[in-house]
């Protein structure tokens, strides 16, 4: 398959280290494109839920892919989120040429694009950290059951079905969340003069206008890797959700990366930075 050339790409959510978290999938994603500029918006690694007896190969291998990414010339920004909130201490780092920081602004094409994570909307975080943190291991504990549950439907050629949608879907408090936390981010966007304002967090990708009577700018989420499984790009002045197709990659070669050499300080840096924010 051949790499496609892309102004811009936004992924967010990705939650590495969780039973969720789709990376094979993000692998082939990965491997299909070659970016000026990647920005990682937030929630990339779970540094919440992390263990050491669960962050498998390819979850690894993800984070060796951006890396090398980076090697071969992308410009990586990584946007911290709420599950990564550890490395906000390391904001305005760079390391060659990857970023962290909190927010980013950028001009496209003449327009003025903010980008961040969108947690500081969230009141159970900001408010009660133990509680979102609790309801992260019960999304896990969730989509570890819906996998089970899907691979019986597969097995008897039924559809896939997501029961964490079904139960966002069913619920109006947390429908009015996302419209909410939307609108929110969109009215700030426009009071500072931004065509676009782009997130992450809620987990629900969209593209659409919004109006109000100071202005009107683009609200972009990028969704997540866990359920969704989407991104945006931005290429040639147009924005695009993508949602990955597991049949546009039938025909390409098994990814195998060599891991183990890179892998071990990884681990250990995310383990040395849990317990420093501990203390």
């Not at 263990?51 to 993800?62: G, N």
Request: net charge positive; charged share 25%; glycine share 6%.
């Amino acid at each position: 398959m051949k790499k496609r050339n892309i102004d811009l790409v936004v992924i967010s959510d990705v939650h590495l280290g969780t039973f969720g978290c789709h990376a094979k999938e993000l692998l082939l994603y990965l491997d299909s494109i070659s970016p000026k500029h990647l920005i990682l918006n937030g929630d990339i690694v779970d540094i919440w839920q992390f263990r050491k007896r669960y962050f498998p190969k390819t979850h690894l291998e993800v984070i060796k892919k951006i890396i090398d990414l980076s090697a071969q010339g992308t410009r990586v920004t990584y946007i911290t989120g709420n599950h990564d909130e550890m490395l906000r201490k390391f904001s305005d780092v760079s390391m060659g040429r990857i970023a962290i920081v909190d927010k980013l602004v950028l001009e496209l094409d003449g327009k003025k694009a903010w980008f961040f994570h969108g947690d500081v909307f969230d009141a159970s975080i900001q408010n009660a950290k133990w509680l979102a943190k609790l309801g992260g291991w019960g999304y896990d504990v969730l989509i570890l059951l819906n996998r089970f549950v899907n691979w019986w439907l597969l097995k008897f050629k039924q559809e896939k079905f997501s029961l964490s949608k079904k139960i966002k879907n069913s619920v109006k408090k947390a429908v009015k969340h996302i419209q909410d936390f939307e609108q929110v981010a969109a009215e700030l966007a426009i009071d500072n003069g931004y065509k676009y304002v782009i997130c992450g967090h809620i987990h629900q990708p969209q593209v659409v206008r919004k109006v109000t009577k100071n202005g009107t700018c683009l609200y972009l989420n990028s969704g997540d890797w866990v359920e969704n499984l989407t991104a945006l790009e931005y290429h040639k002045k147009r924005w695009e959700l993508i949602n990955f197709n597991p049949e546009d990659y039938k025909n390409k070669p098994k990814i195998t990366t060599d891991t183990d050499n890179t892998v071990k300080s990884m681990l250990a840096a995310i383990t040395i930075t849990q317990k420093t924010a501990v203390k």
